[in-house]
């Protein structure tokens, strides 16, 4: 009998060891090298703590708390709020309608304390309008959860050569195709300089209210420098 209450006490504690280590940790992001980018998938008691311990090694101008599809233990608001209220840089808060529970009550609680901008899809039940509304689908915010550089059908780019009946005339050739073309017909004459220049491509952001959250940011950052 008392090896079986022996297995049983072990077999718990090695659940709640699971249980423990398997708390959700927040993903963080550096976006455009200096707009922290917090993402928490649930809000747990720990969540203050783990900010605490970020380590970061860019200079950042703002943060973006992105609560959509977040809910939470009540537990970690009030240390949060008064970690994100004691922040020198802006915070841009984004919301949508799956913002429930302990991460929409941070949302609502930084709002009103003047510590954030509201940027969503959705109004949270109860409280000040966002500050700015977007409109996306909830499929697409799932999407962009996954990857912020992803193109849509909402977001797709519009073909300017369907808006531009002057386009089809112009010379869209790039300097690789035409560095090309000159080798072909004999003009380089060894010439190192018509060497072609790669230039690293920025992705572009793509998810609506994160993109509009970073273009306040940086703004922000410009209009009124943090204090440090």
Do not use: Y
Not at 187 to 209: F, H, W
Request: aromatic residues 4%; hydrophobic residues 45%; contains cysteine.
């Amino acid at each position: 009998m008392n090896r079986v209450v022996i297995w049983l006490f072990l077999a718990l504690s090695l659940s709640a060891l699971r249980l423990t280590a398997a708390e959700p940790v927040p993903n963080v992001t550096v976006l455009e090298g200096n707009v922290l980018c917090i993402r928490p998938g649930h809000l747990t008691e720990s969540f203050p703590e783990q900010l605490r311990a970020l380590q970061l090694t860019n200079k950042v101008v703002g943060t973006v708390l992105d609560l959509r599809f977040v809910d939470g233990e009540g537990a970690a608001v009030d240390a949060a709020v008064k970690l994100f209220a004691a922040k020198k840089t802006p915070l841009a808060l984004l919301v949508n309608s799956q913002t429930h529970g302990a991460a929409a009550e941070l949302a609502g609680r930084l709002r009103a304390a003047n510590a954030g901008i509201l940027i969503g899809s959705a109004n949270l039940p109860g409280m000040t309008p966002t500050d700015i509304l977007v409109k996306v689908g909830l499929e697409d915010e799932k999407k962009f959860q996954e990857n912020p550089f992803a193109v849509t059908a909402t977001n797709e780019p519009v073909s300017l050569s369907a808006k531009n009946e002057l386009l089809p005339f112009v010379d869209h050739m790039s300097e690789a195709e035409l560095v090309r073309k000159r080798i072909k017909d004999g003009e380089d004459e060894g010439d190192d300089s018509l060497t072609p220049r790669v230039t690293p491509v920025a992705p572009v952001i793509r998810d609506p209210s994160l993109v509009r959250a970073v273009d306040l940011l940086k703004a922000l950052a410009i209009l009124k420098p943090s204090r440090g």
